[in-house]
């Protein structure tokens, strides 16, 4: 496939995933090209199982696999708790992997969101312990993905942990590390709700070159039981326009970049 199709699928993608659906006339407008050469980009698409085609349009396919859990009241609720600032947290975290890297997803809905934008990348490796993201990836040649293994320790989660989590993370070694928090406080560092995750998560930090956290601005200034790793460890934030200046001046004063999306 040539560089210039490549190009234009991306472009395609990115447009559908902050917009959901768009018509081949917006579609055009923003990748350029001729309507069939955008029509058999769209064919491409949704054979990789990335999009699907309408009536004079396409729409970015949601993947099927939470269908089991849609009637589930505890899953919905964390899933359409600030979706829209995850999306875009999602987005941003997305462009900062280059291709060539080996980067760590932690579970978490707005990590979730991390891994749908890379859906339509290639040559990029990713180890996580959701079970959910392993799946969203795995049908993506350019992408391959390794899971940790380990026990989901409690219902409706997706999130492997235990000894067989952290003995695969002992063997590997990652780029970045992009981390989904419960809580994020100037003193208290990294925090999220179960030990045993916060284990898996501490083990990921430590084998990876760079820390991201990707949170939005409701977890800021909160502290949940679990602690996972200080401040000083992480490197970059990224969150959502609803953060305040005041509220992220403390992350700033001890040097973590800010990325507000």
């Avoid at 006339?25 to 955008?38: D, M, W």
């Avoid at 505890?74 to 462009?95: D, H, T, V, W």
């Avoid at 989901?152 to 999130?159: E, G, N």
Wanted: charged share 25%; glycine share 8%.
């Amino acid at each position: 496939m040539s560089d210039a199709i490549n190009r234009r699928s991306e472009l395609i993608v990115k447009f559908l995933l902050r917009t959901g659906s768009a018509t081949i006339e917006e579609i055009l407008a923003v990748a350029g090209s001729s309507a069939p050469s955008i029509r058999r980009d769209l064919v491409r698409l949704e054979s990789r199982g990335l999009i699907r085609r309408t009536h004079g349009g396409a729409t970015l396919v949601e993947p099927l696999l939470y269908e089991p859990f849609r009637y589930d009241s505890s899953f919905l609720a964390r899933e359409q708790r600030y979706a829209e600032q995850k999306r875009r947290i999602g987005l941003a975290a997305a462009e900062l992997v280059q291709a060539n890297e080996s980067i760590g997803l932690t579970a978490g809905t707005t990590t979730t969101h991390v891994g749908r934008s890379l859906r339509h990348r290639d040559k990029i490796q990713v180890v996580t312990n959701a079970i959910n993201i392993g799946m969203e990836l795995c049908n993506q040649p350019g992408i391959r993905t390794y899971l940790t293994g380990g026990v989901v320790p409690w219902a409706w989660s997706f999130s492997l942990t235990g000894n067989a989590a952290l003995g695969f993370l002992d063997d590997v070694y990652m780029d970045k590390v992009f981390l989904s928090v419960t809580g994020l406080d100037a003193e208290r560092g990294a925090t999220t709700l179960e030990t045993d995750e916060a284990l898996v998560f501490r083990k990921m930090i430590k084998q990876a070159k760079q820390v991201i956290v990707t949170a939005d601005s409701s977890k800021l200034g909160k502290v949940s039981p679990a602690f996972i790793c200080p401040l000083n460890e992480i490197q970059t934030l990224i969150t959502d326009t609803d953060a305040s200046s005041e509220s992220l001046a403390p992350f700033e004063r001890q040097g973590v970049r800010i990325l507000r999306v």
